[in-house]
Each structure stands twice: as C-alpha cells, then as structure tokens.
C-alpha cells in the first residue's frame, strides 16, 4: 500500500520537527549543566589574599623630624636596666622567671608551632605500606593454614617460624599439591592536590595563630615587667614618704617638749599644747598608714613574682639617687611620631 504525497510530506516534516526538538532539549540540557558547573565551582572559590589597610599618618607632628627607625626598635626590651637599679633588675628577673602567666603564654607558642607543623604535613604525600604472608599445608582432614600476621609474642608459645619449618618444608610444598604460599605486599601513595586553596588557607590560619600566640606573650611580657616596675617604683615613692614623715614627726615630737616646757613655767597657754599634740597623733596616723600602703605594694609585688603575699618583706629602697643619676642627656633621646610610637603595641604588630 503506497501512501500518498501529502502523508509522506506530513510525515518527514514532523520527523524533521522533531529532530530540532531533540537537538534543542539537548542545547537546554548542556546550557543547564553548565550553569550548574559553574555555581558549583563559584562555591569553591578561594580566599581572597589578605592585606593590611593604609594608616593615614600625619605627615608631621612637630617641626622636629622624627628618627628613622623601625616600631621594634621605639621600645627597648630591657627599659628597666637604664634605671641602673640591681634590685629592680633581680625583682623583675625572679618575676620572668616564676611567672605562670608567661609559661601558659609560652606553652600556647609551642602549640602554635605544632599545629604549623601538623598543617604543613597533611598538604605533603602519604604513603602506607602493608606485607603479608599465609602459608597452608593440606592434609587428610582438609588443610590448616599459618598466617604470619596472627602470630603474637609469647614466650609460652613455639616461635612461627618454628612452626613453618616443623610442618611446612620446600620440599613439601613442591610435592604436595595441597600446599600453597601466599605473599602480598601493597604500597599506597596519596596526594591530594590543593586545588582550591583549602591546605594553602588553613596553612596561613595557623600562622596567624601563631603570630597572635607571639603577640600575646609580649604583651603579657610587657604588662609583667611594667607592673613589678610599677609597685617597686611606689615602694621607692612610699619609702620616701616614710622618710620624710618621720623626720616630721620627730620635728613634731620636739617642739611638742618645748611646749610642754614653756607651758609648765606659764610661758605660753594650754591650747597651744594641746594643738601640738594633735599634730603628733596627726604624723603617728600618717606613719600609720604609709606602713599600711607599703605591706600592700610588698603584697602586690610577692603576686607578681609568684610567692605567697604576706610573707615576703622588701627591705627599704634607696633608687632616688640610682633613678636621679642613671638619666640620659636630652640630646640623645630619640622623638617618633605618636602614630609610629603606637605601631610598637603587640597589638597593633599582631
């Protein structure tokens, strides 16, 4: 049966429609695909690099020119020794020493290090190696088999390869068909390829860790030192007024004496003496209680050096004179601008 024009002319165009059908839905598909490929790997995208943002300094804070030196070099590590004081340079030794804060702060570099080492090694190859051997010897029964991995150490026991060479010879495995050996050994290598940055990023989060671990640690560093230099500094300070108040208070007791001498001969009134005597119990109290604030900088300073508070006693300090004559001619300090000056706070370094 032959069909006629007009069908078969129906027929190839609808063949033909549906081909440019077919070929669309695959250009949708493909187009589709490769959109979704696409936010696919946008979600991989890596982090962008870091970089510190522009401080806007002022270019000139006086009409002197500032040194040019690095923020390291604005404060000395060790400040306190221009002071030319041996007991404050023992005091903050035996505080660097004993501090517990700085041996946290220190343990937690060392953690830091370890975890740039442990970070740094899992971007690097691994490879794993494994060996085996089973032996098996047939018999009557069915057969028994000896692997070399099961074996223990135990002195009660027969050593394998006593074993081995008691039931299971060469010369067996040759003629007995039933025998058999069997060695495996395998060696595996993998690498996985930092493609998106992920061990690179985690690599410079580590470090920054570290970075930070150092930073804290000098500024506990700093805060320890400056505190011990504090207290002991105010125990010169208080020392001082001690001094001072006592010579007062012997002034005080002395013409107290006066009075009470020219009082019993009619000299002078009653009042007067009774005025002087409050100024005695004024210095008595006054002595009263710079003794008091002294026990407390002992208190805060045997903290800071890491002993017991209450039991340590400082003796008397004599730095004015050691403080007075260690001070450096003018000429030879150094002026940094306060925005370079502030870049040496750990901080700020961090």
Not at 316 to 332: L, Y
Request: net charge negative; glycine share 4%.
């Amino acid at each position: 049966m032959e069909l006629a024009p007009e069908s078969e002319n129906y027929f190839s165009e609808a063949k033909t429609d549906f081909k440019i059908r077919k070929e669309n839905m695959k250009a949708f598909f493909k187009m589709n695909i490769l959109l979704l490929s696409i936010l696919a790997f946008a979600s991989c995208a890596i982090s962008p690099d870091y970089k510190r943002p522009e401080v806007h300094k002022k270019e000139a804070w006086s009409e002197s020119e500032p040194a040019a030196v690095s923020p390291s070099q604005i404060i000395q590590t060790d400040w306190w020794t221009t002071f030319n004081d041996p007991y404050l340079n023992e005091l903050i030794a035996e505080a660097l020493s004993g501090s517990l804060d700085l041996r946290i702060l220190s343990g937690r570099i060392q953690e830091a290090e370890i975890t740039i080492k442990q970070t740094r090694a899992g971007a690097l190859p691994s490879v794993n190696s494994s060996a085996n051997t089973r032996y098996s010897r047939g018999t009557q029964y069915g057969s028994e088999s000896f692997d070399s991995e099961n074996t223990e150490d135990d002195t009660d026991s027969p050593d394998f390869e006593d074993i081995i060479n008691e039931n299971l010879s060469t010369s067996d495995l040759n003629t007995n068909p039933g025998n058999s050996q069997y060695i495996n050994a395998s060696l595996d290598i993998n690498w996985g390829i930092d493609i998106w940055g992920k061990n690179k990023n985690d690599y410079l989060a580590t470090k920054a860790e570290y970075k930070a671990s150092e930073a804290d640690y000098r500024a506990g560093y700093l805060k320890l030192v400056s505190d011990v230099a504090n207290a002991y500094f105010q125990l010169c300070k208080t020392d001082e007024q001690v001094e001072m108040s006592q010579k007062f208070y012997a002034d005080n007791r002395e013409k107290l004496d006066i009075y009470k001498n020219q009082y019993s001969e009619g000299l002078i009134p009653e009042w007067k003496v009774s005025r002087q005597e409050a100024e005695v119990k004024s210095s008595e109290q006054g002595l009263l209680e710079l003794d008091r604030n002294r026990k407390r900088l002992e208190n805060g300073i045997a903290v800071l050096l890491a002993n017991p508070p209450g039991n340590s006693r400082y003796p008397k300090t004599n730095c004015g004179d050691s403080c007075r004559s260690s001070g450096h001619p003018r000429e030879s300090l150094q002026i940094f601008y306060p925005g370079v000056r502030i870049l040496s706070r750990p901080s700020i370094v961090c």
